[in-house]
């Protein structure tokens, strides 16, 4: 059974912008700890709208770090997908943020 960590949070005003929340979970039998759940919202969008789901999909498994986490965020945003009020570095720091 994994032990987890969590559920820990942050919250982050973008510069100029808009209000991103996070809500997550972290598996602490692994180093650097690795996101369990992830739970990301705020006043930003996304369009298609379920693509904030394929996002946090994304993210699970994902090492709790800077570079692990740009990385996965950045090739989420290479897609198809349009988001207004957010950016790689933003999501990136309301996800290390949290606690």
């Known amino acids: 059974m994994k032990a987890t960590i969590g559920p820990i949070s942050a919250d982050y005003k973008v510069?100029?912008?808009?209000?991103?929340?996070?809500?997550?979970?972290?598996?602490e039998g692994t180093h650097p700890a690795k996101i369990a759940s992830i739970s990301l919202n705020g006043d930003f969008f996304?369009?298609?709208?379920?693509?904030?789901?394929e996002l946090e999909s994304r993210l699970v498994n994902v090492?709790?770090?800077a570079d692990a986490l740009r990385g996965t965020v950045q090739a989420f945003f290479d897609?198809?997908?349009?988001v207004i009020g957010a950016d790689v570095e933003s999501i990136v720091h309301v996800?290390?943020?949290?606690?």
């Open 15 to 27: 510069p100029g912008g808009k209000l991103l929340r996070v809500t997550l979970e972290l598996d």
């Open 46 to 53: 996304m369009h298609p709208e379920d693509a904030i789901e």
């Open 63 to 65: 090492p709790w770090e």
């Open 79 to 82: 897609t198809e997908v349009e």
């Open 95 to 99: 996800i290390l943020a949290a606690q």
